[in-house]
């Protein structure tokens, strides 16, 4: 897409003239949208259609490693996990008290038992707790035989050896069951799992030293543009810096993939093919910046079109609308836009799910709640519209603030912002007091 700044508005030409102011200049213009403009464009997808395609196009690399199960942090499990024991392995306190049996419990009276030894973690009781008897016990010791029920110490009175119990206890309270936790034999973890912190504590649990897990993702990533420096270097006339690569590391590093930095690409024919292909041999997934829009299309196209079989996409979203999709080779090709913000919205929002998929996890669409407007969100109908907005608790409710200039150059905005405001594509502006959907950025930005 060809950009024509006019004034503080931008005129796109996609064969037709279509107005579409942008920036902080959309909301002057909201009353002038016109039917046919590029907003109402049938022609564009949904982002349904969009997580639809992705989940087709990807599938889980098939390579299976065992690894360590602190190596697995962040891999994704290629096994089903059986627990091969019971978890807790033993019936155990959940308090300290005394542990007895229910059958000396008596409803209408208190009862005297006799003190006959001790529990500690550790160190079971070897003894049986006959009728009359009972024995002090730690929390996670193990239930004597003979015993079922566990008296919290501070509704006992002892006296020597003696302990007096009231009325009103359970039979077998503040007791833990053998597998009350995880059964022995039954499937606790399947494959698909990502292993976070609860699964490497679970597997440790079980007694795993290790787990199989799909190979890393490997994803090789570059920007193009003849506009682009690398930090480091003296910006001359008509050039910025490359941020993309920077922002796409920061994303893929925190996925925990392995990265491929192939640099910038310059707006040449050859150079574009040879990153491509390079890319593709030695990455499952390539991922670009730049280059899709109208404007450079017809090259880049014309390059991917002859070794690849590449969608261009024009994506009834803001922001993120010029997308290509599809495959180099075996390769997963990813054309982001080039705008910064584009680029981190398509990344989230697309590749993310995408990604994790390949990564071994099932495809999951990206996780949204409500929260409460507390300023007007501008908008126009035509697009759903992803607004970087600040989160936050007020008074115990999720209310959310727009985060600054929406448009899709202003990355400072996505720094400030903690989440997506998603509003619907055919909603217009709303204001402040209504519940929106929020995707919250989850770390990854
Ligand atoms: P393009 O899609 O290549 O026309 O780029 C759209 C806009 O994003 C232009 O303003 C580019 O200068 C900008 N852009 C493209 N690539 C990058 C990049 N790697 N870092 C920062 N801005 C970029
Ligand atoms: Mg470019």
Redesign the pocket.
Known sequence: ?KDIPIKNSTINVQGNVQGNVQGNVQGNVQGNVQAGCDEHDPSLLTVEQVHQQLEQLTQPVAAIERVAIRSALGRVLAEDIVSPIDVPPYANSAMDGYALSSTDLKSNTAINLTVIGSSFAGEPFAGNVQAGQCVRIMTGAQIPDGANTVIMQEQVTRNNDVINIGQGHCAGQNVRHPGEDMKKGSVVLTTGKEIGAAELGLLASLGYPEVSVRRKLRVAFF???D??RSVGEPLGEGQ??????YTIFGMLKKMGVELIDMG?IRDNEQAIEEAFLDAAEIADAVIT?????V??ADFVKLTLDKIGKVDFWRVAMKPGK?LALGKINNALFFGL????VS?MSTFYLFALPALKHMMGQVYQQPISTKAITISEIKKRPGRTDYQRAIAKNENGKLVIDAAGMQAS?ILSGMSQANCYAVIPKDSGSIPAGQEVDVILFDGLT
Do not use: F
């Open positions: 897409m920007s193009t543009g506009e682009l910025i810096y490359d941020s993309n690569r910038v910046s730049g280059g899709v829009s404007g450079e010029p836009p080039g705008n910064p680029v150059h």
